[in-house]
């Protein structure tokens, strides 16, 4: 089975710096997904990781270390349309996706 | 270019009763997906399709068939609603190209209550 842990509900002011933490038990592992999904929303892709290391994406970053089975997703120059839940995915040997409960994001002015 | 669409956005529905969730994609992916979620359990999978005419039981299958009789299309059935069903239905879709992201993109979700 797989076993996907994150932080229910983090805070932060508009502006800041907020980092999500992941940590992952799979079986098998073919790359971490991070996905933002609004309330009422579908959830759309942010952004992927295979090997260990740093991904940048404009103003978010994901990281990964595989021998931890730790990822994070840092969210920089915060910005109100930024409230959203956060999920971590995690792709198995099976090539299938199992998601953590998401991490809600409220961005305060 | 629509992406996925799924039909209808949202359904109460009496319990026992027969439902479809319609899914189409006209990006010519191979592989689509069924998915629920639930609060505070996040997304899980129902049923997959790798390709056409292939189907596959994912983590929470049971009271869902599927088909996939064609690329663009992937049915999800509940034979006889109960309200444990009640949840919102994501249905997604991915190339499968295994040499790079295979990125699942996901169609916007039916609310269904089922009472």
């Known amino acids: 089975g797989q076993n996907i842990d994150q932080p229910t509900e983090m805070t932060a002011t508009e502006g800041a710096i907020v980092q999500i933490n992941c940590t992952y038990q799979t079986s098998g592992f073919n790359g971490l997904f991070w996905y933002q999904q609004h309330a009422g929303e579908a959830p759309t892709f942010l952004s992927y990781?295979?090997?260990?290391g740093l991904e940048e994406k404009g103003r978010f970053s994901s990281f990964l270390s595989r021998s931890k089975g730790y990822s994070y997703l840092l969210l920089k120059e915060l910005q109100m349309k930024d409230s959203a839940s956060y999920l971590c995915a995690v792709r198995d040997g099976d090539y299938k996706l199992s998601f953590g409960a998401g991490t809600t994001v409220t961005v305060r002015a | 270019i629509a992406g996925i669409t799924q039909a209808p956005t949202s359904q109460i529905l009496a319990a026992g009763r027969r439902m479809t969730l319609r899914c189409t994609q006209d990006m010519r992916h191979n592989a689509m997906y069924w998915y629920r979620q639930d609060l505070g359990l996040g997304l899980r999978l129902i049923h997959y399709s790798n390709t056409a005419g292939t189907t596959g039981k994912g983590e929470v299958p049971d009271g869902y068939s599927v088909s996939r009789a064609n690329t663009d299309d992937f049915p999800l059935t509940l034979a006889s609603a109960v309200p444990s069903q009640t949840s919102v239905y994501f249905c997604a879709s991915s190339p499968t190209d295994r040499d790079y992201t295979d990125t699942q993109y996901f169609g916007p979700g039916t609310r269904l209550t089922v009472l």
């Open positions: 990781n295979v090997l260990d």
